[in-house]
């Protein structure tokens, strides 16, 4: 399809179709992460803008928090916390410059799991030995140990800056990096690479590259927003080559690391994020362009037949755009909007194609949404980046949040 005929397509469906009506459902503000200023810096003790919310079998949250210290626009640090339904936290890491005042135990974490071996493993976009960032192991109680350290080997063969951690259904991690993995000059990174698909074996902690990007039109660049479907395969998004008019793609990788293109988005038209699969084995995810005011949604098969295009959100205001993120028991996708409406929105989109609807943030219980998932006891969770209402009425830094929107439990 040419891209003008589906940049027509998808403006057609724009004006064609209107979101669902929002509707009563009430966020509640869990808690909040407030922040204070030390001499020049905003000082969290607890973290801030959280990004990352999973439940564990224990029956508590576990989340990452980006932020513990900013100077200036410089965001540093980050919190690995624990929270129990009923809103206590835990910090039970903090990210904190050594002596020689670098982040060599990683700085910005950004991605969590919960381990078949009992501990939490996660990764931090930046810092470790060598400021490519790191994968890490936490104990629910507490207890750091690093992982693996990016851009170890030569020519950073095994990734550099993780955009994604996944637990695979056999026990092993799996994950994607935004460079290294080659010193390809098509990447147009010099020798940072065009990115990697990579797993690690948790109690041995060794990592192997199972593909490095070329940055060609067979496989493109920048992997990120990695799933594992319910085929055992792994499906994600890359960036086209490093061209302006080149495609953007989906991907579809086995666990031995054979990548295979499934779609391709001709230019300007790209994926959002990655995809999210449906109760029907669809894979769903959004697409953005430059000459678009919105962000439709799409569908394929696994197989990558069957693509179709959706309505989208009403307009947002630009910048961050919607996510789809988890599978809820009443058979929906659920997500978030951070910049949706005036404070975003957290929405349904069923596996038919219609967004069944969407939960506006007050402001006042959280702004710029980042996280949502089931719990088991049928109720929605999830992180903010922004806004909330602290003990003394002043804004914090983002909140956990508990929606009740009368699912069966999970």
Not at 24 to 32: E, G, H, M, P, W
Not at 166 to 177: K, P, Q, S
Request: hydrophobic share 35%; proline share 6%; aromatic share 10%.
């Amino acid at each position: 399809m040419k891209p003008s005929i589906l940049l027509l397509f998808c403006l057609s469906l724009v004006s064609a179709f209107a979101p669902a009506a929002a509707g009563a459902t009430k966020i509640t503000q869990l808690f909040d992460f407030p922040c204070s200023s030390v001499k020049g810096t905003l000082v969290c003790p607890d973290g801030a803008r959280p990004v990352k919310l999973l439940q564990a079998s224990d029956g508590n949250f576990y989340g990452s928090a980006a932020v513990t210290d900013n100077v200036g626009s410089l965001a540093q640090g980050g919190t690995i916390f624990k929270i129990t339904p009923a809103g206590q936290l835990t910090v039970l890491f903090r990210f904190a410059k050594d002596k020689n005042g670098i982040y060599s135990n990683g700085d910005g974490p950004a991605f969590l799991v919960d381990g078949k071996d009992g501990f939490l493993y996660g990764a931090t976009t930046s810092g470790g030995t060598n400021n490519a960032g790191l994968v890490f192991r936490v104990g629910k109680s507490g207890g750091f140990k690093k992982v693996h350290a990016f851009c170890s080997d030569s020519n950073c063969s095994d990734g550099a800056t993780p955009s994604g951690l996944i637990l695979g259904r056999d026990g092993n991690l799996y994950g994607a990096t935004e460079f290294g993995g080659s010193d390809n000059p098509a990447c147009g990174l010099g020798s940072s690479g065009c990115g990697t698909l990579f797993r690690i074996t948790p109690a041995g902690s060794n990592l192997t590259t199972l593909f490095a990007f070329q940055g060609s039109a067979a496989d493109g660049r920048t992997p990120f927003g990695l799933i594992q479907g319910t085929d055992g395969n792994f499906y994600g998004s890359a960036i086209g080559p490093g061209t302006l008019t080149d495609t953007s793609e989906i991907f579809q990788a086995t666990a031995s690391g054979q990548l295979t293109v499934i779609h391709q988005f001709p230019y300007p038209v790209f994926p959002t994020g990655g995809v999210a699969q449906a109760s029907n084995g669809k894979l769903f995810g959004l697409v953005g362009s430059q000459f678009l005011p919105d962000f439709p949604f799409f569908a394929l098969d696994p197989s990558g037949q069957n693509f179709q295009m959706f309505a989208s959100l009403q307009p947002t205001q630009g910048g961050l755009p919607p996510v789809l993120q988890t599978l809820a028991s009443d058979g929906n996708l659920w997500g978030v909007d951070p910049l949706g409406g005036q404070n975003g929105t957290v929405f349904a989109f069923s596996s038919s194609g219609t967004v069944v609807t969407t939960i506006p943030f007050s402001g006042l219980n959280g702004s710029i949404p980042s996280s949502v998932i089931q719990a088991a006891d049928g109720k929605l969770y999830g992180t903010t980046t922004d806004g909330g209402t602290d003990k003394n009425h002043r804004q914090p830094h983002g909140v956990v949040y508990v929606i009740d929107a009368g699912l069966p439990a999970n």
